[in-house]
């Protein structure tokens, strides 16, 4: 019984986070990562993790998902 409580929280809970939310914190994280590098490697790793604004992601993924 717990365990399906915990389950179906845990459904609720991702299912709060909107696709804008996951997109900014992956690129938090990948900025973080890039925060460990040093040097060129720091460098060259935050010019990658420069992406575009989620607002451009999402019309790309949509023209992506039409086209198909």
């Known amino acids: 019984m717990m365990s399906k409580f915990i389950s179906v929280s845990l459904l609720i ?4 986070c909107t696709s804008k ?3 900014n914190h992956t ?3 990948v900025k973080t990562y890039c925060d460990t590098k040093v ?4 460098e060259q790793c ?3 993790a420069n992406t575009k604004p989620y607002e451009e992601y999402e019309e790309e ?3 992506i ?3 198909k």
């Open 61 to 63: 993924r949509r023209k």
């Open 39 to 42: 040097g060129v490697e720091k």
């Open 27 to 29: 690129k938090l994280q």
């Open 46 to 48: 935050v010019e990658q």
């Open 21 to 23: 939310q996951l997109y």
């Open 13 to 16: 809970m991702l299912s709060a």
């Open 65 to 67: 998902i039409k086209d």
